[in-house]
């Protein structure tokens, strides 16, 4: 399910406003906009420490969300849109990868978002699992950031190699999520236990205009070795 079939999708980040171009007849699921990159862009948002305004309940995400000076790596970026908004949230640099097919249309978005986001933001080839492009990305990050990327089941264990790769021991994974196969996501939460202590996000706690039942965010962290 794509989230619409509009060419243009528009979502707010604070006071900026990214405008998302897709494709959605190319053979490339990168080039259209999945709905889990904008339940993660907009949960964020929600929580982060400049939005939030209840004076009498402390933030619970105040510092998962602290973004300032942090830096970030988006695996299968596609266009761009997670990357591009927690940027405007405050990384200091990120970098949106993916596979090559994918760079024009990531590019284009880039391109087109340049003056929201005041810059051109960086961006690299990489391919789960290929250690040489992974050194060339320059881990680690304090975030790795992936949005419904978990679909099929030869790419799982890769892609838990590359999170498990990128991200620093204090660092944490955020993921959008969605069930797209059965057996790729048996795998990858088999998998993805052994290596992550894994907090899943109250469905509550995502932002009321960008939640689908189907949908989820997790929170990633390494777990301490030894443990
Ligand atoms: C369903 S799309 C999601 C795109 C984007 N994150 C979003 O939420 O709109 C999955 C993305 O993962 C990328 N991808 C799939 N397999 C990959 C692999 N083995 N290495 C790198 N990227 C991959 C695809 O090219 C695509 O951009």
Redesign the pocket.
């Known amino acids: 399910m794509k989230f619409t079939d509009s060419p243009v999708i528009d979502v707010s980040v604070l006071d900026a406003r990214l405008s998302l171009h897709q494709d959605n007849g190319s053979m490339?699921?990168?080039t259209?906009?999945?709905?889990?990159?904008l339940v993660l862009l907009k949960f964020a948002e929600r929580w982060h420490p400049l939005k939030y305004s209840d004076g009498e309940t402390p933030n619970p995400y105040a510092q998962l969300l602290d973004f300032s000076n942090k830096r970030g790596v988006?695996?299968?970026?596609?266009?761009g849109?997670?990357a591009m908004g927690l940027y405007l949230l405050g990384l200091r640099e990120v970098i949106l990868?993916?596979?090559a097919?994918?760079m024009p249309a990531l590019k284009h978005n880039l391109k087109r978002n340049k003056q929201a986001l005041n810059k051109t933001l960086k961006t690299a080839q990489?391919?789960?699992?290929n250690e040489e492009q992974m050194k060339l990305l320059k881990p680690p990050f304090d975030f790795v950031i992936?949005?419904?990327?978990v679909?099929?089941e030869e790419?799982v264990a890769?892609?838990i190699e590359s999170m498990e790769g990128l991200v620093a021991d204090d660092g944490v994974v955020l993921l959008?999520y969605q069930l797209r196969s059965p057996e790729a996501h048996k795998l990858f939460w088999e998998m993805c236990v052994e290596v992550f202590e894994v907090e899943k996000i109250p469905h509550e706690h995502l932002h009321p205009e960008y939640a689908y039942e189907e949908t989820d965010v997790y929170v990633f962290r390494k777990k301490k070795k030894n443990s």
């Open positions: 490339h699921v990168g259209s906009v999945w709905p889990c990159c988006e695996l299968g970026t596609g266009c849109g997670a990868t993916d596979i097919p994918v990489f391919y789960w699992g992936a949005a419904d990327v679909y099929l790419t890769p892609l959008g």
